[in-house]
């Protein structure tokens, strides 16, 4: 009622009530900042996760070094968490899950924590990616510092500088998303690219990338860019889903469990490739790294095919950033807050696969009431507190329940990555294109 009295006032009407609004905040404000809220709970949370992953990751380094040096010198055992860095993996894993009703005994770990990422989804959005990823913890750190540098600057440099990189991502997006998207398809293979035509094909790809820096913001306005280079991530997603889930059979899952040796080295091989990295790999890395700085969780928002999944499930979830227009006086500090651009204060439910449950929008609002995290219906408003505890622990029982019930532990043994880490540098341990080896 109190949105309709407003849209049928006039212009001038609706800017004295939004003003009156705005005034109100002295009666109806929030209460005086406490120490801890939403965004200093959260960056604990994300600093305790990552320190979590720093010491999984020295951990599997030493167990690695132990196995490389025939079982001699200091041991640390294998620690299961490091195969949520095998994505690929997991998403294996769980078609194998619901193909069979097991979970496989290479990479129980691997299956378990993406199964959990799965469920948070369904239940609390996507909450991982807000505050547990440690890749969106990097990113968030990366462009609050380059926002502290951005303002230094003339706000026409710094807005340039913003819109720079998605405008050349977008150009990235019209040349890979079409391709992809024939990849997955069955139209072209990976052998088309050996093909001439794509190379006559090069000033089409030199133009897909001028477009959105040349054609005017009142005909390609930046909202179109934000939507082309968001494809990107779902391409990748989908040509995953055709060519694991869709394409790949139960019976040669089980047979690359069984009898692929690379299946069993794939977490060591993961690990040489950051410590063995190539000037190419090392070069997109440092990139991602930089351009993250200046635009607001790049990889995030542009090219995470999971966090694209995680998206696309939180549809289904019963949470949901809500706006009430009633007491909502426009001031835009939500909108402004959000680091994945989604134009808060236009909504009434944030419904969109690009909200993390941050809590930042929340955080920010001047008065009380007027923007929450909220169950359907409106019916009860959830927390941030328990909105942690939530998350994290739903996290920690299927973990440890994992482990109570004999599906944590790889059932390779110490002697065996002993004797593969031994003769790593043979061919059975190489693929190409998914194709692998057996013995």
């Known amino acids: 009622m109190e949105e309709g009295k407003q849209q049928s006032m006039p212009a001038s009407v609706q800017g004295l009530y939004r003003e009156k609004k705005r005034l109100d905040i002295r009666k109806t404000g929030k209460n005086k900042k406490r120490w801890l809220n939403s965004l200093r709970l ?27 040096s025939g079982g001699k010198g200091f041991y640390m055992p294998r620690p299961p968490g490091v195969e949520s860095f095998l994505p690929i993996s997991a998403l294996m894993g769980t078609k194998y899950f619901f193909g069979t009703g097991k979970i496989n005994s290479i990479h129980p770990a691997g299956f378990v924590i993406f199964g959990t990422l799965l469920l948070t989804a369904l239940f609390f959005r996507r909450g991982f990616c807000g505050w547990i990823c440690p890749i969106g913890t990097i990113s968030e750190w ?46 072209i293979t990976m052998e088309s690219f050996k093909y001439p035509l794509f190379r006559y094909l090069t000033p089409a790809y030199v133009l897909a990338m ?22 990107w991530k779902f391409s990748i997603l989908a040509f995953f889903i055709q060519v694991v889930i869709i394409k790949m059979p139960i019976a040669q899952l089980e047979m690359l469990y069984a009898r692929a040796p690379f299946m069993r080295v794939a977490d060591i091989k993961m690990l040489k490739f950051f410590t063995n990295m190539s000037g190419m790999a090392l070069s997109v890395i440092l990139t991602f790294l930089i351009i993250s700085l200046i635009n607001k969780n790049y990889w995030c928002r542009f090219f995470c095919p999971y966090g694209a999944l995680l998206g696309i499930i939180a549809y289904a979830s019963p949470m949901r950033i809500t706006r009430d227009t009633g007491k909502c006086i426009d001031c835009g500090k939500c909108t402004k807050a959000c680091a994945m651009h989604i134009l ?9 696969h690009e909200c993390v449950a941050c809590y930042d929008c929340v955080n920010a609002c001047p008065v009380n009431g007027a923007l929450d995290m909220k169950l359907i219906g409106d019916r009860k408003k959830i927390r941030y507190g328990l909105y942690a505890i939530m998350i994290v622990g739903l996290y920690v029982v299927i973990t440890n329940t994992a482990r109570a019930t004999g599906h944590w532990y790889t059932k390779i043994s110490d002697a065996e990555y002993i004797k593969r880490i031994s003769e ?16």
């Not at 710094?158 to 990849?183: D, E, H, K, W, Y």
């Not at 001028?210 to 494809?231: E, G, M, Q």
């Open 42 to 68: 959260r960056w604990s949370i994300q600093i305790a996760f990552f320190i979590v992953v720093i010491v999984i990751g020295w951990q599997f380094y030493t167990f690695v070094k132990y196995c490389e």
């Open 142 to 187: 990366e462009w609050r510092l380059g926002d502290w540098f951005l303002k230094k600057l003339p706000q026409r440099v710094s807005s340039l500088m913003r819109n720079i990189p998605t405008r050349f991502t977008a150009g990235l997006s019209l040349i890979f998303t079409p391709i992809i998207a024939l990849l997955i398809a069955g139209v």
């Open 210 to 231: 001028v477009l959105p820096f040349v054609i005017p913001r009142k005909i390609w306005p930046d909202k179109v860019n934000d939507i082309l280079a968001r494809a």
């Open 344 to 352: 808060v204060e236009k909504k009434i439910h944030v419904l969109t």
């Open 424 to 439: 790593l540098d043979s061919p059975k341990y190489l693929h190409k294109e998914g194709q692998f080896e057996t013995e």
